[in-house]
């Protein structure tokens, strides 16, 4: 069983920057894709990032392309998504999820998630 844990989350400014983590428990962790995903009011959930097990490969959504990077820390069992000129329209609860495959860009594809952390980009 794995189980994932947000954290880093917040309010900041339009242009500010925030660095989320993703915890996870088990010895599988080295084994497992990552993604983030995001969920704002009365929308559906997206993808934003995704990461290979090694971390060899990442992935990135357009709309956060050049903004947002994912990496990885095998040795800590954590993910991270560090977030760079935030606008407002990146408000949402943000979720990591993982899966013993490739990273997908489809929420339906991954097997563990956490609970979510909020990030709030005032304008």
């Known amino acids: 069983q794995v189980q994932l844990v947000e954290s880093g989350g917040g309010l900041v400014q339009t242009g500010g920057s925030l660095s989320l983590s993703c915890a996870a428990s088990g010895r599988t962790f080295s084994r497992l894709s990552v993604g983030w995903f995001r969920q704002a009011p009365g929308k559906e959930r997206e993808f934003v990032a995704g990461i290979t097990s090694s971390g060899g490969n990442t992935y990135t959504a357009d709309s956060v392309k050049g903004r947002f990077t994912i990496s990885r820390d095998n040795t800590k069992n954590t993910v991270y998504l560090q977030m760079n000129i935030l606008k407002p329209e990146d408000t949402a609860v943000y979720y990591c999820?993982?899966?013993?495959?490739?990273?997908?860009?489809?929420?339906?594809?991954?097997?563990?998630w956490g609970q979510g952390t909020q990030v709030t980009v005032s304008s």
């Open positions: 999820a993982a899966r013993f495959d490739l990273p997908s860009s489809r929420p339906s594809s991954y097997n563990y």
